[in-house]
């Protein structure tokens, strides 16, 4: 859960990247920590094994500090995909403030998406968290893959469901990495702003919010 101080302007947030075994969450922590100013970010952490690439968690604690004065702390995580680390799936998510579950663009692995999704929805429900208010960005990744899945149809798949539309990304190119983030800073604030009253003491409106971003990249972005 967040963890708001007021006295010293601080904000922290834990954000987790769930989803099938090897669609892309390790390779999204990557790409974002290069991406992001080496002194406003912490030490990449990975652990990798033979069965899976991450077989507890990473952690990517970045700092960004807004114009106004609030210091935005977050904690990016990623759950192990196999299905016999499950207890350390239900553990990383506990106290997420936010989840940007990561799918594979392939059609063989249409179905791991799937019961990844749905494992995702009763992990929440067993830590008494709702998966339909808990923000949650879904990104197609291995877009760049030649026989991914067409975006059209994803969309028309998703498209009744509170998470579209979804984000499209190539994760090992480092395209829709940054974009899938802000997507999740955007459904993040209205919860935050509603509990803390971020316009009100701290004078940050969802677009300040989810430029707090820009500010931690490169000069392209700066």
């Given at each position: 859960m967040a963890d708001y101080q007021p006295h010293t302007r601080k904000l922290s947030l834990k954000v987790v990247y769930y989803g099938p075994a090897l669609s892309g969450k390790t390779t999204n922590l990557m790409q974002l920590h290069t991406l992001l100013r080496p002194q406003r970010k912490g030490e990449l952490m990975v652990l990798e094994t033979r069965d899976d690439r991450t077989l507890f968690f990473d952690v990517l604690p970045i700092g960004?500090?807004?114009?106004?004065?609030?210091?935005?702390?977050?904690?990016?995580?990623?759950?192990?995909?196999?299905?016999?680390?499950?207890?350390?799936?239900?553990?990383?998510?506990?106290?997420?403030?936010?989840?940007?579950?990561?799918?594979?663009?392939?059609?063989?692995?249409?179905?791991?998406?799937?019961?990844?999704?749905?494992?995702?929805?009763?992990?929440?429900?067993?830590?008494?968290?709702?998966?339909?208010?808990?923000p949650l960005v879904v990104q197609f990744n291995k877009r760049d893959v030649a026989d991914a899945v067409a975006e059209a149809e994803l969309q028309a798949r998703w498209a009744q469901t509170p998470w579209a539309p979804l984000s499209m990304a190539s994760a090992l190119h480092g395209q829709g990495v940054v974009e899938s983030f802000r997507q999740l800073l955007v459904h993040l604030y209205p919860q935050l702003d509603r509990e803390y009253r971020l316009a009100e003491t701290e004078g940050i409106d969802a677009t300040s919010f989810v430029r707090l971003l820009s500010a931690a990249q490169g000069d392209a972005d700066a």
């Open positions: 960004l500090r807004g114009a106004a004065g609030l210091d935005l702390r977050l904690k990016l995580y990623t759950v192990p995909g196999q299905v016999q680390h499950d207890s350390t799936r239900k553990a990383v998510l506990s106290r997420a403030d936010g989840v940007i579950f990561v799918a594979d663009s392939q059609p063989a692995q249409q179905d791991n998406n799937a019961n990844a999704f749905d494992n995702l929805a009763d992990n929440l429900q067993k830590l008494g968290m709702d998966i339909e208010r808990l």
